[in-house]
């Protein structure tokens, strides 16, 4: 096969794909409840233990108090990815607060929150501030 | 002795093929709400993984060719091209595989390339073309060696690799369930494969095979699909971007960082690279052994049962208990 069939075959492939995709609703990311977060979270980290989940209004983020400190569960397209909250930068953003994670397989995540939710959330991720 | 043979590259005839089945089996998930599902950020990444896979290869398959052909000059052997040929060549080819993934999952060093394939946590035929773009890198050739030296010309070698290939697409599937009985106990299907891109402390480490499931039943790694413990795909610590360079590279960076870290003894070094997946100096990190042997502690009724009966699973129990 020459080269430039092939790229147009993989191009082509990919393009229409996520189209296809993308139009038909795929590109949904999940919603969470309290429940879902701490069945997620349990899913990711099967030895801890949670005390309370606090899940953002927009329903794609959830804080989690664990018995081995404090944890960020976020949508991930339809899946959930989480990390405890060790290492990271907490930067203020116009639509809520950026985390850095100092992680290179989950570098940032924007968490979306309402005036209101702002300064709990603060307290909550980082409660020596 | 032949040098010049050339058989068609399997892999990219196949891609209308791979694009054409794609749209198929998400339209039946769409039709029927069952069977699986698809999510567009997870597919694209996927695929421009297989994109990237098949670049790779362009790129640099030259060293495992260069390397075949060498082999193939010390050899005074030349078994042919004829139909038996290939087929003997197909299964013990399939063997090969079996081995290089058996260590794609057991030494870091080799994972660190495979890894980029358990990454989803969806599981459909996009996750089939999730494959690496850094296995020239393993010097996983090596394995082929023995079949060259036995005659065995390296341009069928890898033509039998890329056949190989080709049969594991299909099986990167929930739309099917189970196939006729003879057939699930011969050939690697959906549901022995589903198993292997488990994430459950059960099915961690199991179901290596490529074509036929017969080398997992032969070397005691084969764990069937369970009714009861439905299949949850993707990394025991799943990773949180679709960026193809972070996935394809991530656990290449997190060897480097570990191997450099200060204040490590020469063994801990070359074990954070070549020890098993989950290996760490100071014990803060699990080893799939250890992740079953904590479920075991969890959940003891489940001691014997599929993917928890090794003789490793005992022994990782008495240091779990000695660390709870």
């Not at chain 2, 994430?199 to 997992?216: E, K, P, Q, T």
Request: net charge neutral; charged share 20%; with cysteine.
């Amino acid at each position: 096969m020459s080269l430039e069939i092939l790229l147009i075959l993989v191009v082509g492939g990919i393009a229409g794909i996520a189209l296809l995709l993308h139009l038909t609703g795929q590109s949904a990311r999940r919603l969470l409840t309290p429940e879902a977060a701490r069945a997620d979270w349990l899913r990711h980290f099967p030895d801890d233990a949670v005390i309370d989940v606090t899940v953002a209004r927009d329903g794609h983020a959830a804080l989690l108090r664990t018995e081995t400190g404090p944890g960020l569960l976020w949508s991930f397209g339809a899946d959930t990815v989480g990390r405890h909250l060790l290492d990271f930068d907490l930067i203020d953003h116009p639509k809520g607060f950026r985390i850095i994670f100092h992680d290179f397989t989950a570098p940032q995540v924007t968490l979306h929150l309402t005036e209101e939710e702002r300064p709990h959330w603060k307290r909550l991720i980082s409660p020596h501030d | 002795m032949t040098d010049a043979l050339s058989f068609p590259d399997p892999t990219q005839l196949a891609i209308p093929f791979f694009v054409a089945a794609i749209l198929i089996e998400f339209t039946w998930i769409a039709l029927k709400h069952r069977g699986g599902r698809y999510e567009t950020r997870d597919a694209v990444t996927s695929l421009i993984m297989g994109a990237g896979s098949v670049a790779s290869g362009l790129v640099l398959g030259f060293i495992a060719y260069g390397f075949f052909m060498f082999l193939w000059s010390l050899t005074p052997l030349d078994l042919g091209t004829s139909l038996p040929v290939i087929a003997l060549c197909f299964v013990l080819d399939d063997l090969r595989y079996y081995w290089v993934h058996r260590f794609g999952h057991r030494i870091r060093w080799v994972w660190a390339s495979h890894v980029n394939h358990h990454s989803s946590q969806h599981y459909n035929l996009t996750t089939a073309l999730r494959q690496t773009w850094t296995g020239t890198f393993t010097f996983k050739m090596v394995v082929s060696a023995p079949l060259i030296l036995l005659g065995f010309h390296p341009a069928l070698v890898l033509f039998c690799g890329g056949l190989n290939l080709i049969y594991q697409f299909w099986i990167h599937t929930e739309a099917i369930d189970r196939l006729p009985r003879w057939f699930e106990a011969v050939m690697n299907t959906p549901s022995h494969h589903r198993v292997h891109h488990g994430r459950n402390a059960r099915y961690l480490d199991c179901n290596y095979a490529g074509v036929f499931i017969i080398w997992d039943k032969m070397f005691g790694t084969f764990v069937p699909e369970q009714a009861s413990e439905k299949v949850d795909y993707g990394l025991v610590h799943n990773i949180g971007t679709f960026n193809p360079l972070r996935v394809a590279f991530h656990e290449w960076l997190s060897i480097w960082r570990d191997v450099t870290r200060p204040g490590l003894s020469l063994q801990q070094r070359l074990a954070y690279a070549f020890a098993p997946p989950g290996y760490s100096h100071d014990g803060s990190r699990d080893t799939s052994d250890r992740i079953k042997a904590k479920h075991l502690v969890r959940h003891p009724e489940d001691r014997g049962t599929p993917g928890f009966k090794g003789a490793a699973d005992a022994g990782a129990r008495g240091s779990v208990q000695q660390t709870l």
